[in-house]
């Protein structure tokens, strides 16, 4: 990424359009096309969902996910799904996208999209994603920008206003404030049977299991606030409007046709056509429905800026390049942002302006003042916190005090309470979860990182219980609805759901994975969500595989995750389009409902994507993206055999190889030989178990393919098992053994040495170089290509 002029060097292209035109879905895929890629998202459920959709795809190891409170960095990240605000503009990616720009011209966040829309370029290709209110300000202050637009994918309608007890299923109701969702959630419960809950303040981890429910179908009805509205692509048929205005932190305000089209987009996904309307008694104004039927709104006049380029010489300084007036008409200063807010009461303490008498200290003032507020309480309060704080970081330890750290966090462990008690606190642990990712602050980040998510995960599991516990009554076994599209359990596996705004979703034909006859336990227990939440958010090294295909997770009493003792199966793979694409079947002890299955299907596909990179390793090092044509043949071939080829195959390829397409070869660990091609670290035990589990998936031979011990230089062949099956787990079929490639190597390269000088006498050592007997080593050596001289 670059941060250049307006205009910049990169292809800049605009998406503008309403809802459902694909715009997200069309930059994710763009993205892919691309080396690496950065996309910038308005929310951070949005973009754990954007994160989750490409593990799914590509595992974790190659995706990243930055937001101010959560930092998943893969070891190998190409693609960084973030908030916009969370964007590590420092960062070079060939490709970035940046999501909802009409947030530009929003009062309190809109400086960060101006400021993205401007500067932020990828070094090959810039995408634009947005309403079409953006385009004369897009046209005007990108130029080079090539804008496209693309028609909604279904047809948005009004209805009637509706009661509650008469809207359709599959509906979502829409309040703008948190007591009020409850309020309607539990007004659906008592004439529906229950209702899932989904708002801003929730954790991705709480909004998840809720979104989970709703899809699986345990319950008909969404309540919501206009956090949906940003691009969460759930199963809704129809939107109802409880209320027509919001407070917007200073006054209760009418909202515009723009922001009530928004939220009533997410109706109707892809090609199904979805409704909206009014929750009675409240009616949308008829010209107000026409006008969001048609996609009719004035455009954006102002973009909301504030100036980048802050003077950090003092505090005064700071604050009067804060305050700053734009030059350009198409903008407006910003009326009132938190960081300056609080910035102004510091400014005013005297042991403030002591501390930060050199740049270094302003800059790390401004710094503390954007931490941000997820309390929203009043900013006096809020500055307190961050006084302390930079005290702290100013002071002659210049980190925060552990134990002052300690104290604050403990209060925060207490899972007892009610839903708003419990809110409260998560909100309160997301402050301190964005303080342990400033690591420079603390002396043992980590631990405070994991310590925070470890409050946030536990607060988070007993919110969700909470929330179905008092808006859910779960219905006779058997009774639960079934989410659209939806097949009838028992049927076998069913592949994941493609969808035109994203690919493979999670949350979509599930009930066939495996657990078909067993009906929903009455209410999650703790026990079950806990376990649940653990196995959805376990480190990939807490997983395990064994030779049958069967993946291992942490067992519900797991004392210690980490040792096969405490795992048990959870999953197993099976045939998918080729030897890199299993699928996977659950096989779980439990059943957990719906909704968490589709959660641990999540995880679980994401970690089988890991287990192919971890299987290919050396294949996937970077430096062969600079291999010539011939050099990627050669790659693919080893990849479709999972690491190993024979050289007679690839004798084209290998002819055409460039002296620097060896050197690249050589570096990332790849053998070229004169018999097989193969990749030494691919033959050690984990690896070739790895490469044993995907055989038995693809090819059915359960129980018959053993994985070889770490000493085991050939096996005695299976005659039920084909030639490439053993090619394919690293030990090559050579007449009546399967040879370990390096072995098998050594050995034709010894035998070519002996060959060049006179007749072949197979030395005697040769055989226990192959592991076979003396009447075997005939065949074998013939299989090597030599014909042996009897002696």
Request: hydrophobic share 40%; with cysteine; aromatic share 4%.
């Amino acid at each position: 990424m670059s941060l250049g002029a307006v205009g910049g060097t990169s292809s800049i292209r605009a998406l503008l359009g309403p809802t459902n035109t694909g715009k997200t879905h069309r930059a994710v895929e763009r993205m892919l096309e691309h080396p690496t890629g950065m996309i910038g998202l308005p929310l951070r459920l949005l973009a754990r969902e954007i994160y989750d959709r490409l593990t799914l795809r590509l595992g974790e190891s190659q995706v990243a996910l930055v937001t101010g409170e959560e930092k998943r960095v893969g070891p190998r990240p190409r693609y960084w799904v973030c908030t916009t605000e969370a964007m590590p503009l420092d960062r070079e990616v060939d490709f970035v996208a940046i999501d909802e720009i009409q947030l530009a011209g929003h009062a309190q966040r809109g400086h960060v999209f101006t400021h993205r829309l401007l500067h932020a370029r990828g070094l090959a290709e810039t995408w634009l994603l947005g309403s079409d209110t953006m385009r004369p300000l897009v046209e005007r202050l990108v130029p080079t920008a090539e804008l496209r637009s693309h028609p909604r994918l279904s047809t948005l309608r009004a209805a009637p206003a509706a009661r509650l007890g008469a809207l359709p299923p599959r509906s979502a109701v829409i309040a703008f404030s948190v007591p009020e969702v409850y309020e309607l959630a539990d007004r659906v419960r008592r004439r529906r049977g229950g209702a899932a809950v989904v708002h801003g303040a929730l954790s991705p981890r709480t909004r998840n299991a809720q979104v989970a429910m709703y899809q699986a179908g345990e319950v008909d009805c969404l309540v919501a606030t206009d956090a949906i509205g940003m691009g969460l692509n759930l199963d809704i048929d129809h939107v109802a409007f409880a209320e027509l205005h919001k407070f917007d932190g200073r006054e209760s305000r009418v909202l515009s046709a723009a922001e009530l089209a928004q939220i009533a987009g997410r109706a109707g996904r892809h090609c199904a056509d979805g409704t909206f309307g009014a929750l009675s008694p409240r009616v949308l104004p008829p010209p107000l429905a026409l006008d969001i039927e048609n996609h009719r709104f004035p455009p954006v006049r102002r973009m909301v800026w504030r100036n980048a380029e802050l003077d950090t010489r003092s505090i005064d300084d700071l604050l009067a390049s804060l305050r700053q007036r734009p030059t350009r008409a198409s903008f407006q200063l910003v009326e009132r942002a938190d960081d300056t807010s609080v910035l102004g009461l510091l400014a005013d303490r005297p042991e403030i302006r002591q501390r930060a008498a050199k740049p270094e200290r302003v800059a790390l003032l401004w710094e503390v003042c954007q931490v941000p507020d997820f309390r929203r309480i009043l900013v006096e309060h809020h500055a307190q916190l961050l006084a302390e704080i930079f005290m702290q970081l100013s002071g002659s330890r210049a980190r925060l005090d552990p134990d002052w750290l300690d104290e604050r966090v403990r209060r925060l462990e207490d899972t007892r309470g009610s839903i708003d008690e419990l809110l409260m606190r998560m909100e309160a642990i997301r402050i301190w979860s964005y303080v342990a990712h400033r690591s420079h602050w603390l002396d043992d980040a980590r631990h405070w990182q994991e310590r925070a998510r470890s409050v946030e995960d536990s607060l988070s599991e007993a919110l969700h219980l909470r929330l179905v516990e008092r808006f859910v009554e779960r219905r006779a076994r058997g009774g639960r609805a079934r989410p659209r599209g939806s097949r009838a359990a028992g049927t076998g596996h069913e592949p994941l759901d493609e969808r035109a705004d994203g690919g493979h979703h999670p949350f979509r034909q599930l009930a066939a994975l495996g657990l078909s006859g067993r009906a929903a336990p009455a209410r999650p227990t703790a026990a079950d969500q806990g376990w649940v939440d653990a196995l959805c958010e376990a480190h990939h090294a807490l997983f395990g595989l064994d030779a049958e295909g069967r993946v291992l997770g942490p067992r519900t009493d797991a004392v210690d995750p980490s040792t096969p003792a405490d795992r048990e199966p959870v999953a197993r793979l099976c045939r998918g389009t080729d030897l890199l694409h299993p699928e996977m079947r659950l096989t779980l002890a439990r059943d957990p409902g719906a909704g968490a299955r589709s959660r641990v299907t999540r995880r679980l596909v994401a970690y089988t994507r890991d287990l192919v990179e971890e299987a290919l390793g050396p294949l996937r090092d970077e430096r062969l993206s600079a291999l010539s044509a011939a050099g990627r043949g050669v790659i693919y071939q080893l990849e479709q055999g999972l690491g190993t080829a024979l050289a007679a195959g690839a004798e084209d390829q290998l002819r055409a190889l460039t002296a620097r397409d060896r050197e690249l070869c050589a570096a990332a660990g790849i053998e070229l030989g004169a018999f097989v091609l193969y990749a030494p670290a691919l033959l050690k035990p984990d690896a070739v178990l790895r490469r044993v589990a995907l055989c038995t998936a693809f090819f059915g031979r359960r129980g018959l393919l053993e994985t070889p011990a770490s000493s085991r230089v050939s096996l005695v062949p299976t005659r039920a098992l084909a030639p490439e099956i053993y090619s394919a787990i690293g030990y090559p079929l050579l007449g009546p053994r399967a040879v370990r490639a390096d072995v098998a190597e050594r050995a034709h390269a010894r035998l070519r040495e002996m060959a060049e000088v006179g007749p072949l006498v197979p030395p005697r050592e040769l055989g226990s170089w192959l592991g076979c007997n003396r009447r075997e080593l005939g065949a074998v050596v013939r299989a090597l290509g030599f014909d042996p001289a009897s002696r």
